[in-house]
């Protein structure tokens, strides 16, 4: 079955440092991806996406491109802010199968001042 | 607009007890979702729902029931909670079949079963 790998966490960065979260996934055809955040004490939103491959992704500094040669789709920012704390989901949905999203385990990232 | 309201926020259960999560939204979403959050496990999808009447099982979906008999609502009921079932629950909804589809989720149910 479809699945999502993420790097173990928890991440901790300092302010303004170059923050990487990897994620890998298995899946049939060509799923959609997803980077979901949450912040500590609420639901999830989502913070980019790419529905095909090569797509990038970007929102809020954060950038991610759809490599369907390496199965991944890696979470990158130049420079992190405290603000940024958070746990980071990658996802994948199928067309046919409307929102049922596979997550990844989530990556915690912490960024001190 | 509301968006995803999920109610209670925390709920305390004994063992053995029933209780029902409440999920509501207002964008005329065919699909609705239930996951489970554990430590290590990221979101596991429990039961989802394609639209009013129409409901099927996810990864977990022992010990849980649901219905939808509206498109707004989708609620979660444990029928005899264990403590296995403390987790953070998340109900989510969003357009069925739309490839760029946003899931637009609540806020979560910390659940504790004691």
């Known amino acids: 079955g479809d699945s999502v790998t993420q790097m173990e966490g928890p991440v901790t960065l300092s302010e303004e440092a170059f923050l990487t979260i990897n994620c890998t996934y298995t899946a049939t055809g060509y799923p959609s991806l997803f980077w979901y955040v949450q912040y500590p004490g609420e639901g999830l939103q989502l913070l980019l996406k790419a529905t095909k491959a090569d797509d990038k992704g970007s929102n809020k500094g954060f950038e991610a491109t759809y490599r369907k040669e390496t199965t991944s789709f890696h979470l990158e920012k130049g420079s992190v802010q405290v603000s940024d704390s958070a746990v980071y989901f990658c996802a994948l949905s199928h067309y046919n199968q409307g929102g049922k999203l596979i997550f990844g385990q989530g990556t915690e990232l912490s960024v001190k001042p | 607009n509301a968006g995803v309201t999920q109610t209670p926020k925390f709920q305390v259960l004994k063992t053995g007890q029933s209780m029902t999560l409440q999920c509501a939204q207002d964008?005329?979403?065919?699909?609705m979702s239930w996951y489970r959050q554990d430590p290590g496990m990221g979101l596991r999808l429990i039961h989802y729902s394609v639209g009013a009447g129409i409901t099927d099982q996810g990864e977990v979906p022992n010990g849980y029931n649901v219905s939808r008999s509206t498109t707004e609502d989708f609620p979660l009921r444990l029928l005899s909670a264990a403590p296995s079932q403390t987790s953070v629950y998340f109900c989510a909804s969003s357009l069925l079949r739309d490839r760029n589809t946003e899931a637009f989720f609540g806020q979560g149910t910390r659940l504790t079963v004691v």
């Open positions: 964008m005329n979403h065919e699909y």
